[in-house]
C-alpha cells in the first residue's frame, strides 16, 4: 500500500521566518498572554503558563533557530502542541507565533529540501530540516531535541 502522497500541516509563522508542522501534533491555538518566567531556562524558553492544569513551557522558535532578539518578540498567539516523547510531566509545549497558523494540505512535490541554506546554518540547534515551500524557507524543527531540553525545567517547577 502506498503511502499518502500528502500531509495535512500548518504553516506557523514565528519572528524571523516559519516552520512546518504535522496538523495532528497541534493542540489548540491561544491569544498571547504573558508567560511566568522559569529560572535558569535557556534564552529560547520565554515562560511558562498554566494550561489543563499542567504547566506548560512556552518557547520562541524565532529566538532558537532565527536568533531573533527577545526584544524584538512580536506574539500574538500561543500554538500548543503535542510533544513526541511520553513524559507525563511534559505532554505539551507552546510555540509563540505572530499569527494564526495557516492550514496546507501539502502535497510531496511541494515541499523540497533548502538548497540554498548555507551550510553553517544546517547543524543549527532546533532544526531538524531547512526546506522550501512555495519558494519560500521554511523550517521543520527539531522537536526532540526541543523537548530535552525542555523535561528538566518543568521537573523543576
Not at 20 to 33: D, G, K, Q, T
Not at 84 to 102: Q, Y
Not at 103 to 131: F, M, Y
Amino acid at each position: 500500500m502506498e503511502a499518502s502522497a500528502n500531509l495535512r500541516c500548518l504553516l506557523i509563522t514565528v519572528q524571523g521566518g516559519q516552520l512546518i508542522l504535522p496538523n495532528s501534533l497541534v493542540v489548540e491555538v491561544l491569544p498571547y498572554a504573558t508567560p511566568l518566567r522559569i529560572e535558569g531556562a535557556p534564552h529560547w524558553v520565554v515562560g511558562a503558563m498554566l494550561w489543563r492544569n499542567l504547566t506548560t513551557p512556552l518557547i520562541s522558535l524565532g529566538r532558537l533557530i532565527f536568533r531573533v532578539g527577545s526584544d524584538a518578540d512580536l506574539n500574538s498567539r500561543i500554538i500548543i502542541a503535542h510533544t513526541l516523547g511520553t513524559d507525563s510531566k511534559l505532554p505539551h509545549f507552546g510555540i509563540l507565533g505572530t499569527a494564526a497558523p495557516r492550514p496546507l494540505n501539502l502535497q510531496r512535490h511541494e515541499i523540497a529540501l533548502d538548497t540554498e541554506a548555507p551550510k553553517s546554518e544546517l547543524s543549527r540547534p532546533g532544526v531538524l530540516l531547512w526546506a522550501r515551500y512555495q519558494e519560500q524557507p521554511v523550517v521543520i524543527p527539531d522537536l526532540e531535541t526541543i523537548e530535552a531540553v525542555l523535561q528538566p525545567l518543568v521537573r523543576r517547577a
